[in-house]
């Protein structure tokens, strides 16, 4: 069984940054790709960013040019990373990672909160 543990999340001033980790039980060259998701309180989760076995990357227009996916080399090849800097308070949520590989996982979700 898959597991996806996040971690990294925690309090920031608007403005600042954070860097959010994700460590799969086995090496993510399995997983066609990984994501990031979030959910604030009284919303549906929603998709931030998508990192592809190919290495390409894609990102929601709200964190565009702000957040950063990536994923490790050679030395951990079961890590992603969602680098997240000019942060806004409507970054505010629970973060969670997420990869398929002929279905879907999800880790737990990591707290991220924005004070204005």
């Known amino acids: 069984q898959v597991q996806l543990v996040e971690s990294g999340g925690g309090l920031v001033q608007a403005g600042g940054s954070l860097r959010l980790s994700c460590e799969a039980s086995e090496d993510i060259v399995s997983f066609n790709f990984m994501d990031w998701y979030r959910q604030a309180p009284g919303n549906q989760r929603e998709w931030v960013t998508t990192?592809?076995?190919?290495?390409?990357?894609?990102?929601a227009n709200s964190v565009k040019g702000r957040f950063t996916i990536s994923r490790d080399n050679a030395e951990a090849k079961n890590m992603v990373y969602l680098q997240m800097n000019s942060l806004k308070a409507g970054d505010t949520a629970v973060y969670f990672c997420?990869?398929?590989?002929?279905?879907?996982?999800w880790g737990q979700g990591t707290q991220v909160t924005v004070s204005s």
């Open positions: 990192i592809s076995s190919d290495g390409s990357t894609h990102y």
């Open positions: 997420s990869g398929y590989a002929g279905r879907r996982y």
